[in-house]
């Protein structure tokens, strides 16, 4: 477990941090923009879990618990005899999301729209939280052509999307109150 006694540091005072590794980067690292996309995603699950019921805010904890580990993965490059082995993300993780994704999926009417991000609190919410899943997921793709990481975080994420899209359906009384996209009906 981390224990934290100091919050600051005046390490980052002059524009970088440090990786998992202890390497110091630029803030504006592209390591460091896929990890920040994360811990924002993070915190907007934070902020759907104050609106939502039991069950799916069971779904979000685990995930929040699970975007820490991606945090710590992508935050640690790869590199020959570790000094300590790294955390990362293992295909256990992505499966589970699958099951939750065909579990709560049973559950909707199929879609014969798309739909625009909205309808409850949590809902929109998750809407959000999906779209900057999306953009890590981008930023992540970004950082693999430049640097090796764990394939299985880019599925993860990619994963995590689906998931989020179908909770905010979920939690849009299981569809019901979707708001759909009516095509150029503003024309």
Same mark, same amino acid.
């Given at each position: ?5 100091? #919050? ?12 998992? %590794?202890? *390497?110091?980067? !630029? ?10 996309? /994360? ?7 934070? /902020?759907?879990?104050?609106?939502? +019921?039991?069950? @799916? ?5 685990? #995930?929040? %618990? ?20 790294? $955390? ?14 065909? !579990? ?11 739909? $625009?991000?909205?309808?409850?609190? /949590? *809902? ?9 899943? &999306?953009? *890590? ?8 052509? /430049?640097?090796?990481? +764990?394939? #299985?975080? #880019? &599925?993860?994420? +990619?994963?995590? !999307?689906?998931? $989020?899209? @179908?909770?905010?359906?979920?939690? +849009?009384?299981?569809? *019901?109150?979707? @708001? ?5 009906? %503003?024309?």
């Amino acid at each position: 477990m981390v224990k934290l006694t100091k #919050i600051y540091t005046r390490g980052g005072d002059k524009g970088q941090t440090s990786l998992g %590794n202890g *390497a110091r980067v !630029s803030k504006d690292d592209c390591r460091v923009d896929a990890y920040g996309d /994360v811990d924002e995603l993070n915190s907007i699950i934070g /902020v759907a879990r104050l609106h939502c +019921n039991t069950d @799916v805010d069971e779904i979000l904890g685990r #995930i929040q %618990n699970d975007l820490f580990d991606l945090g710590a993965d992508l935050c640690t490059p790869y590199e020959e005899n570790p000094k300590y082995p790294p $955390l990362r993300i293992a295909e256990q993780q992505v499966e589970r999301l699958e099951q939750e994704i065909d !579990s709560l999926n049973r559950e909707l009417s199929p879609l014969n729209s798309f739909i $625009l991000p909205g309808g409850t609190p /949590v *809902a929109a919410h998750l809407h959000h939280a999906r779209t900057v899943c &999306r953009r *890590a997921e981008r930023r992540m793709v970004s950082l693999a052509t /430049v640097e090796e990481i +764990n394939e #299985i975080s #880019i &599925r993860y994420v +990619n994963r995590l !999307s689906d998931l $989020l899209f @179908v909770l905010a359906r979920y939690t +849009n009384e299981k569809g *019901a109150s979707d @708001v759909l996209w009516v095509p150029g009906a %503003n024309r």
